[in-house]
Protein backbone atom coordinates (compact mmCIF):
# COMPACT_ATOMS: atom_id res chain seq x y z
CA UNK A 1 0.00 0.00 0.00
CA UNK A 2 3.06 2.20 0.86
CA UNK A 3 4.11 1.99 -2.61
CA UNK A 4 0.93 2.25 -4.25
CA UNK A 5 0.83 5.52 -2.43
CA UNK A 6 4.27 6.79 -3.78
CA UNK A 7 3.71 5.98 -7.07
CA UNK A 8 0.55 7.89 -6.74
CA UNK A 9 2.23 10.71 -4.88
CA UNK A 10 4.82 10.46 -8.02
CA UNK A 11 2.45 10.49 -10.69
CA UNK A 12 2.62 13.56 -12.82
CA UNK A 13 0.14 16.52 -12.19
CA UNK A 14 -2.41 17.03 -15.25
CA UNK A 15 -1.94 20.11 -17.27
CA UNK A 16 -4.47 23.02 -16.26
CA UNK A 17 -5.27 23.54 -19.89
CA UNK A 18 -5.96 19.67 -20.93
CA UNK A 19 -8.77 19.26 -18.64
CA UNK A 20 -9.81 23.27 -18.95
CA UNK A 21 -9.88 23.52 -22.75
CA UNK A 22 -8.83 20.35 -24.70
CA UNK A 23 -11.51 17.87 -23.11
CA UNK A 24 -14.65 20.76 -23.34
CA UNK A 25 -13.56 21.32 -27.28
CA UNK A 26 -13.50 17.17 -27.61
CA UNK A 27 -16.90 17.24 -26.47
CA UNK A 28 -17.94 20.16 -28.41
CA UNK A 29 -16.56 18.17 -31.19
CA UNK A 30 -18.35 15.18 -30.86
CA UNK A 31 -21.25 17.08 -30.26
CA UNK A 32 -21.39 18.90 -33.59
CA UNK A 33 -20.31 15.53 -35.65
CA UNK A 34 -23.21 13.50 -34.02
CA UNK A 35 -25.45 16.19 -35.72
CA UNK A 36 -24.71 15.13 -39.28
CA UNK A 37 -24.20 11.56 -38.38
CA UNK A 38 -27.69 11.51 -36.85
CA UNK A 39 -29.18 12.81 -39.88
CA UNK A 40 -27.39 10.26 -42.37
CA UNK A 41 -28.80 7.65 -40.30
CA UNK A 42 -32.58 8.91 -40.19
CA UNK A 43 -32.35 10.80 -43.71
CA UNK A 44 -32.13 14.42 -44.57
CA UNK A 45 -36.29 14.31 -44.85
CA UNK A 46 -36.62 12.92 -41.09
CA UNK A 47 -34.22 14.61 -39.46
CA UNK A 48 -32.23 17.71 -41.21
CA UNK A 49 -28.70 17.88 -41.49
CA UNK A 50 -26.44 21.28 -40.45
CA UNK A 51 -26.29 22.52 -44.12
CA UNK A 52 -30.32 22.42 -44.60
CA UNK A 53 -31.28 23.79 -41.00
CA UNK A 54 -28.25 26.64 -41.84
CA UNK A 55 -30.23 27.17 -45.19
CA UNK A 56 -33.19 27.74 -43.63
CA UNK A 57 -32.60 29.71 -40.61
CA UNK A 58 -31.25 32.39 -43.31
CA UNK A 59 -34.04 32.74 -45.28
CA UNK A 60 -35.44 33.11 -41.99
CA UNK A 61 -33.39 36.23 -40.80
CA UNK A 62 -33.86 37.81 -44.59
CA UNK A 63 -37.43 37.70 -44.29
CA UNK A 64 -36.89 39.90 -40.65
CA UNK A 65 -38.59 36.93 -38.55
CA UNK A 66 -35.54 35.53 -37.01
CA UNK A 67 -34.53 38.31 -35.07
CA UNK A 68 -38.09 39.69 -34.12
CA UNK A 69 -39.35 36.42 -32.90
CA UNK A 70 -36.03 35.48 -30.84
CA UNK A 71 -35.93 39.13 -29.54
CA UNK A 72 -39.33 39.27 -27.96
CA UNK A 73 -38.42 35.43 -26.57
CA UNK A 74 -35.48 36.83 -25.38
CA UNK A 75 -36.82 39.61 -23.52
CA UNK A 76 -39.42 37.23 -22.11
CA UNK A 77 -36.74 35.27 -20.79
CA UNK A 78 -34.40 37.68 -19.44
CA UNK A 79 -37.63 39.61 -17.82
CA UNK A 80 -38.85 36.67 -15.92
CA UNK A 81 -35.21 35.74 -14.72
CA UNK A 82 -34.55 39.26 -13.64
CA UNK A 83 -37.54 39.18 -11.36
CA UNK A 84 -37.36 35.89 -10.21
CA UNK A 85 -33.41 36.84 -8.97
CA UNK A 86 -34.79 40.18 -7.23
CA UNK A 87 -37.94 38.72 -5.28
CA UNK A 88 -36.48 35.17 -5.28
CA UNK A 89 -32.64 36.75 -3.24
CA UNK A 90 -33.85 38.19 -0.45
CA UNK A 91 -36.66 35.87 -0.02
CA UNK A 92 -33.82 32.78 0.23
CA UNK A 93 -32.25 35.03 2.52
CA UNK A 94 -34.80 35.46 5.02
CA UNK A 95 -35.33 31.97 5.16
CA UNK A 96 -32.16 30.95 6.09
CA UNK A 97 -31.75 33.61 8.50
CA UNK A 98 -34.99 33.69 10.26
CA UNK A 99 -36.23 30.32 11.67
CA UNK A 100 -39.38 31.09 12.65
CA UNK A 101 -40.31 32.85 9.04
CA UNK A 102 -38.97 29.66 7.40
CA UNK A 103 -41.03 27.38 9.45
CA UNK A 104 -44.44 29.24 8.25
CA UNK A 105 -42.76 29.45 4.63
CA UNK A 106 -41.80 25.54 4.16
CA UNK A 107 -45.79 24.37 2.99
CA UNK A 108 -45.45 27.41 0.37
CA UNK A 109 -42.20 26.09 -0.29
CA UNK A 110 -43.43 23.06 -1.03
CA UNK A 111 -46.05 23.68 -3.09
CA UNK A 112 -44.06 25.59 -5.04
CA UNK A 113 -41.52 23.31 -5.43
CA UNK A 114 -44.03 20.15 -6.34
CA UNK A 115 -47.11 21.63 -8.19
CA UNK A 116 -47.01 20.90 -11.66
CA UNK A 117 -45.43 23.77 -13.53
CA UNK A 118 -48.16 23.57 -16.80
CA UNK A 119 -51.07 24.51 -13.75
CA UNK A 120 -49.57 27.72 -12.89
CA UNK A 121 -48.96 28.95 -16.42
CA UNK A 122 -52.27 28.08 -17.70
CA UNK A 123 -53.84 29.18 -14.32
CA UNK A 124 -52.50 32.43 -15.15
CA UNK A 125 -53.72 32.46 -18.49
CA UNK A 126 -57.33 31.99 -17.32
CA UNK A 127 -56.94 34.53 -14.49
CA UNK A 128 -55.04 37.26 -16.53
CA UNK A 129 -55.41 36.47 -19.75
CA UNK A 130 -53.46 35.29 -22.86
CA UNK A 131 -51.01 37.95 -22.76
CA UNK A 132 -47.22 39.23 -22.02
CA UNK A 133 -48.38 39.73 -18.18
CA UNK A 134 -49.62 36.55 -17.51
CA UNK A 135 -46.34 34.65 -19.28
CA UNK A 136 -43.87 36.39 -17.29
CA UNK A 137 -46.02 36.62 -13.88
CA UNK A 138 -46.63 32.71 -14.40
CA UNK A 139 -42.98 32.12 -14.95
CA UNK A 140 -41.93 34.35 -12.79
CA UNK A 141 -43.64 31.96 -9.98
CA UNK A 142 -42.47 29.21 -11.22
CA UNK A 143 -38.78 30.17 -10.93
CA UNK A 144 -38.67 31.55 -7.45
CA UNK A 145 -39.14 28.65 -5.49
CA UNK A 146 -35.61 27.47 -6.99
CA UNK A 147 -34.01 30.51 -6.29
CA UNK A 148 -35.29 31.30 -2.92
CA UNK A 149 -33.96 27.25 -2.47
CA UNK A 150 -30.41 28.28 -3.57
CA UNK A 151 -29.89 31.38 -2.11
CA UNK A 152 -31.57 29.44 1.47
CA UNK A 153 -28.50 26.49 1.43
CA UNK A 154 -26.07 29.48 0.85
CA UNK A 155 -27.10 31.52 3.76
CA UNK A 156 -26.97 28.35 5.89
CA UNK A 157 -23.87 27.81 4.84
CA UNK A 158 -22.35 30.72 5.70
CA UNK A 159 -19.61 30.56 8.45
CA UNK A 160 -20.42 31.79 11.62
CA UNK A 161 -16.99 32.46 12.84
CA UNK A 162 -16.49 35.06 9.77
CA UNK A 163 -19.16 37.37 11.13
CA UNK A 164 -18.19 37.39 14.15
CA UNK A 165 -14.23 38.04 13.68
CA UNK A 166 -15.42 40.86 11.46
CA UNK A 167 -17.97 42.24 14.70
CA UNK A 168 -14.36 41.71 17.24
CA UNK A 169 -12.46 43.95 14.72
CA UNK A 170 -15.47 46.57 14.49
CA UNK A 171 -16.00 46.42 11.03
CA UNK A 172 -18.90 48.08 9.33
CA UNK A 173 -22.13 46.05 8.29
CA UNK A 174 -21.75 47.12 4.70
CA UNK A 175 -17.80 46.15 4.27
CA UNK A 176 -19.23 42.86 5.95
CA UNK A 177 -21.44 42.22 3.29
CA UNK A 178 -18.89 42.90 0.62
CA UNK A 179 -15.47 41.14 1.93
CA UNK A 180 -17.60 38.43 4.37
CA UNK A 181 -20.84 37.64 3.00
CA UNK A 182 -20.92 38.12 -0.23
CA UNK A 183 -17.76 36.27 -1.21
CA UNK A 184 -19.16 33.17 0.63
CA UNK A 185 -22.72 33.53 -0.98
CA UNK A 186 -21.52 33.89 -4.49
CA UNK A 187 -21.29 30.15 -5.52
CA UNK A 188 -25.09 30.19 -4.60
CA UNK A 189 -25.93 33.06 -6.69
CA UNK A 190 -24.35 32.46 -9.48
CA UNK A 191 -26.04 28.73 -9.89
CA UNK A 192 -29.31 30.03 -8.75
CA UNK A 193 -28.54 32.76 -12.18
CA UNK A 194 -27.75 29.60 -13.71
CA UNK A 195 -30.41 27.32 -13.35
CA UNK A 196 -33.28 30.04 -13.07
CA UNK A 197 -31.92 31.25 -16.93
CA UNK A 198 -32.29 27.95 -17.89
CA UNK A 199 -35.49 27.17 -16.59
CA UNK A 200 -36.40 30.53 -17.70
CA UNK A 201 -35.98 29.66 -21.45
CA UNK A 202 -37.50 26.26 -20.97
CA UNK A 203 -40.63 27.27 -19.86
CA UNK A 204 -41.10 30.70 -21.53
CA UNK A 205 -40.67 28.67 -24.71
CA UNK A 206 -43.31 25.95 -23.28
CA UNK A 207 -45.54 28.96 -22.60
CA UNK A 208 -45.12 30.35 -25.64
CA UNK A 209 -46.49 27.14 -27.75
CA UNK A 210 -50.03 27.38 -25.69
CA UNK A 211 -50.97 30.85 -25.29
CA UNK A 212 -48.44 33.62 -27.28
CA UNK A 213 -48.83 34.27 -31.24
CA UNK A 214 -45.21 35.17 -31.28
CA UNK A 215 -41.83 33.82 -30.06
CA UNK A 216 -39.41 31.07 -30.73
CA UNK A 217 -42.34 28.72 -29.09
CA UNK A 218 -44.84 29.68 -31.28
CA UNK A 219 -42.60 29.09 -34.10
CA UNK A 220 -41.80 25.80 -32.95
CA UNK A 221 -45.61 24.83 -32.62
CA UNK A 222 -46.58 26.45 -35.79
CA UNK A 223 -43.36 24.60 -37.75
CA UNK A 224 -44.45 21.18 -35.74
CA UNK A 225 -47.98 21.38 -37.45
CA UNK A 226 -46.40 22.25 -40.63
CA UNK A 227 -44.23 18.69 -40.21
CA UNK A 228 -41.19 21.00 -40.65
CA UNK A 229 -38.67 19.78 -38.96
CA UNK A 230 -35.70 22.40 -40.31
CA UNK A 231 -37.42 25.32 -38.76
CA UNK A 232 -38.03 23.56 -35.50
CA UNK A 233 -34.29 22.79 -35.47
CA UNK A 234 -33.33 26.12 -36.47
CA UNK A 235 -34.87 28.31 -34.04
CA UNK A 236 -34.09 26.00 -31.29
CA UNK A 237 -30.50 26.04 -32.56
CA UNK A 238 -30.89 30.27 -31.99
CA UNK A 239 -31.81 30.54 -28.65
CA UNK A 240 -29.55 27.60 -27.64
CA UNK A 241 -26.54 29.37 -28.49
CA UNK A 242 -28.04 32.52 -27.17
CA UNK A 243 -28.46 31.19 -23.73
CA UNK A 244 -25.08 28.84 -23.71
CA UNK A 245 -23.07 31.94 -24.64
CA UNK A 246 -24.79 33.98 -21.57
CA UNK A 247 -24.62 31.01 -19.16
CA UNK A 248 -21.18 30.90 -20.25
CA UNK A 249 -20.91 34.13 -19.42
CA UNK A 250 -21.75 33.28 -15.74
CA UNK A 251 -19.59 30.47 -15.13
CA UNK A 252 -16.49 32.81 -16.37
CA UNK A 253 -17.99 35.19 -14.10
CA UNK A 254 -17.57 32.99 -11.31
CA UNK A 255 -13.93 31.92 -12.17
CA UNK A 256 -13.15 35.39 -11.99
CA UNK A 257 -14.91 35.84 -8.34
CA UNK A 258 -13.35 32.21 -7.51
CA UNK A 259 -9.95 33.16 -8.18
CA UNK A 260 -8.71 34.10 -5.00
CA UNK A 261 -9.87 30.27 -4.01
CA UNK A 262 -7.08 28.98 -5.91
CA UNK A 263 -3.47 28.27 -4.41
CA UNK A 264 -1.11 30.09 -5.91
Known amino acids: MQRTARRLSAAPPVRPGWGRWVLPAAGLLLLVLAWPLASALLGADVFPG??????????????????????????????AFALALLIGTPLGWAL????????????WLAVGLTVPRILILLAAYLLIGLNERALVAAITLILLPTVAVQVREGVRALDPRLADMARA???????TLRHVTLPQLWPSLLGAARVTLSLSWKMVVFGEVFGRTSGVGYLIAFYFQQFEMRGILAYGLVMTLILSAIDY??????????????PG
Open 50 to 79: PAETLRFLAREAVRGTLWTNVGITLWRVLS
Open 249 to 262: GLAALGERAFAWRR
Open 96 to 107: GTWPRFAALAAP
Open 169 to 175: FRVSPAQ
